[in-house]
């Protein structure tokens, strides 16, 4: 199941790598509706949800239309209630609204001001089993960063002793702070980074006024917002981060573990959930041209798997060909497709992808897919092309969801549909020089006066972030 739920001009559509947005329903009449919170615009954040089997979306509508250009957070309270916090764009003020849900129906609350002095980014918020609120987030003032953090008892609707309260200052740092609030057992932690320069964390006991003295859990550079934490049932915290490499370090309540290395080729936006005390690792790997592999890996008994591509249509293509119609003769350019190499994804006696009527490529993948990319070392011009799949008789003619491309730009990232869901239920494998996959063909319908030399080409995109479902 994949879909297409919205478009962003967002800085941070799809919010922080600390930050939660989706959630799950988990009981009564409405258990399994999963919930998404997007940033769409610079000052909107909008909703939208669906019930299983996820194929039907309710058109994504408005929370807030006030908001700063900047991450928000939420949480999700036993009553499916929904806590947004978020940042004013007039004055950089800290707010929180309630989200209330009554009979399937979502009801947004006025918003209630957290801090309204200096500059308010990045909140965390979180929720204790007896409904307590917490709110963290980074405040700038006369050039320091600091990390408050207050709570609420009414829901949020007040917050501290009042909006000018700054509430606990937790730590600060000269350039940078990102906070992450993290419930586990009868304490609540505040995980975060300061100025790249190492990732500490303070607790605090549910029945207590005093925040423990700061610990550091991994110290030297390169430490920003690109890390997440989780508690299994068995009373685990697990902390994944990126310093250059994605790595693993777990709290086992009264002690540190070793820190485990998942990819030392680093990686971006490292989320981290635990399913049966298992901790698994989902986060993005760069790829070729700027794209992005999601890889996830799973740890048992203190090691963790070899990293593995979760999106398995997310790939380079099984078989990519190159057919010229004048020779009648396919062309194997899969490893030459799978790099980016310059210039080498052509017909050797032409030196061109794609050149006169009839020739044509044909991408492969043994999983349906929606999208491709591709990089070009010389731009087509004055071609014209058909895209083409196979519904198990015959080649059908389609327009691609995202526009016309005849290989006449340098680069493209090209929907085919707008996602998995689109696809067309008639696509059907075919063989080709004895490889049965799903095939994409585009057919020169009308001849080059320049032809197109490749670069890359594959369905890898360069997605600049992920989400995880909070469980």
């Not at 849900?101 to 002095?117: E, K």
């Not at 606990?168 to 304490?187: D, F, H």
């Not at 290989?407 to 549909?417: G, I, S, V």
Request: with cysteine.
């Amino acid at each position: 199941m994949q879909n297409h739920l919205a478009d962003s001009t967002a800085m941070y559509g799809a919010g922080n790598c600390t930050g939660k947005r989706v959630f799950e329903i988990t009981t009564g009449q409405f258990a399994g509706r999963v919930v998404v919170l997007m940033h769409t615009s610079p000052s909107e954040i909008k909703m939208t949800y669906a019930d299983y089997p996820y194929s039907a979306w309710a058109t994504p509508f408005n929370l807030v239309n006030d908001s700063a250009d900047s991450p928000f957070d939420a949480t999700m309270d036993d009553d499916n209630n929904l806590y947004l916090v978020y940042t004013l764009e007039a004055d950089k003020t800290l707010v929180c609204r309630k989200i209330g849900f009554v009979q399937g129906i979502w009801l947004v609350d006025t918003y209630h001001t957290i801090f309204d002095a200096d500059i308010n980014r990045r909140p965390s918020i979180s929720i204790q089993p007896t409904g307590r609120l917490w709110a963290a987030w980074s405040r700038e003032s006369g050039g320091v960063h600091y990390i408050n953090v207050k709570h609420s008892d009414d829901g949020g609707d007040s917050w501290g002793s009042g909006p000018s309260d700054a509430g606990y200052e937790i730590a600060s740092g000269l350039s940078s702070v990102y906070p992450r609030l993290q419930m586990m057992g009868s304490y609540i932690y505040l995980l975060y980074a300061v100025d790249g320069a190492r990732l500490s964390y303070r607790r605090k006991h549910v029945n207590l006024d005093i925040w423990e003295s700061e610990a550091d859990i991994s110290t030297g550079a390169g430490y920003d917002d690109n890390f997440d934490s989780a508690a299994s049932d068995d009373g685990r915290l697990g902390v994944v981060f990126d310093n250059g490499a994605v790595c693993f370090r777990e709290y086992d309540g009264d002690r540190w573990g070793g820190v485990a290395v998942i990819d030392a080729n680093g990686g971006e936006f490292p989320q981290l959930r635990y399913f049966d005390n298992a901790p698994h690792v989902v986060y993005l790997s760069d790829f070729v041209g700027g794209s992005h592999r999601v890889l996830y890996s799973l740890g048992q008994s203190g090691d963790f798997s070899a990293p593995l591509t979760l999106d398995p249509p997310a790939s380079t293509f099984d078989r990519f060909f190159c057919y010229n119609a004048g020779r009648a003769v396919y062309q194997d350019l899969t490893s030459e497709a799978a790099d980016d190499t310059p210039g080498d994804i052509c017909f050797p006696e032409t030196a061109a992808l794609l050149q006169s009527p009839g020739d044509a490529v044909y991408a492969g993948m043994e999983n349906r897919f929606h999208y491709l990319k591709i990089i070009l070392s010389t731009a087509g011009a004055g071609g014209i092309v058909s895209w083409q799949y196979y519904n198990g008789t015959d080649w059908v003619a389609f327009t691609p969801s995202g526009g016309a491309f005849n290989f006449d730009q340098p680069e493209t990232e090209l929907l085919l549909w707008d996602d998995l869901d689109s696809v067309p239920d008639n696509w059907q494998k075919n063989f080709i020089e004895g490889s049965r996959l799903f095939w994409i063909r585009v057919v020169v319908i009308s001849a080059y006066d320049t032809d197109p030399v490749g670069t890359y080409a594959g369905s890898v995109s360069n997605a600049g972030s992920i989400v995880l479902m909070e469980n």
